[in-house]
């Protein structure tokens, strides 16, 4: 029976998902043609209709991982964490038990970062492209824009807060079978420190010690005379 466009397109949709959800869990060397389109439903022939080869797979798969947002970590803050909102609630999201327990429905970058570099060339230059959409769109969180461009100093925010977190996730999910403690024990430290209120009182602060000095200059120029 001939396939229609439309069944045709969803093969390859479905190949697509397959792959990305796979390379996530088990990584590039871990997952093979057969593993793919048996979970996708089809022939391991009818993937490369669709596909000029694997590394072309390869490289659409881990494209279609990136398009993965924050978003996704909508509902899966650990168990027992305060219920938050806005940025907080992305980043205990992100560092979460259950987060680190699903890595084919969680962030690319934290589950392929690695074999990219290893990879170089396309697959590297796919991961590049992710990552700065990933910093953009965490740097608008961080400053509160839902559109537009952010400042420079909310982009080297968003730098370190994302490093902190993809890192942190990496170790977790490092160390979870030997110790679950210590797994556990990364993640809510770095939920902490990311979460943490900043002191926004520092620069009234320093303002008011400066104007006390001002004062005291003052006083002692008086004195004088």
């Known amino acids: 029976m001939k396939v229609t466009k439309a069944q045709s397109a969803e093969n390859r949709q479905g190949i697509l998902d397959a792959a990305a959800r796979l390379y996530r869990e088990r990584g590039l060397s871990g997952v ?8 996708a439903g089809l022939t ?10 694997k590394d072309a797979l390869v490289r659409e798969a881990c494209a279609r991982a990136l398009e993965w ?4 970590l909508d509902g899966m803050c650990a168990p027992g964490d305060p219920a938050q909102t806005g940025l907080a609630a992305k980043v205990s999201n992100y560092l979460s038990p259950q987060h680190r327990d699903h890595p084919g429905e969680g962030c690319a970058v934290a589950a392929l970062a ?9 697959l590297s230059e796919v991961l590049s492209q992710g990552i700065e959409r990933n910093i953009e769109r965490f740097a608008r969180l961080v400053e ?3 559109k537009g461009h952010p400042s420079p100093e909310s982009r080297t925010q968003a730098m370190h807060m994302l490093a902190t977190m993809v890192g942190g996730l990496v170790l977790a999910r490092a160390t979870v079978a030997a110790n679950p403690a210590l ?4 993640l809510t430290t770095l939920r902490e420190h990311l979460t943490a209120p900043t002191e926004a009182a520092a ?6 010690r400066s104007g006390v000095s001002r004062q005291d200059h003052a006083s002692d120029k008086a004195e004088r005379k």
Do not use: C, K, W
Not at 183 to 186: A, G, L, P, T, V
Not at 203 to 208: A, E, Y
């Open 144 to 146: 509160g824009l839902e």
């Open 69 to 72: 947002s924050m978003a996704s």
């Open 32 to 39: 093979g043609v057969a593993d793919i389109t048996r979970d």
């Open 114 to 122: 690695v074999d990219a570099a290893r990879a170089g060339g396309g």
């Open 44 to 53: 391991h022939g009818g993937l490369y209709r669709h596909f000029e080869n």
């Open 203 to 208: 620069p009234q602060s320093r303002q008011r």
């Open 183 to 186: 797994s556990d024990e990364i």
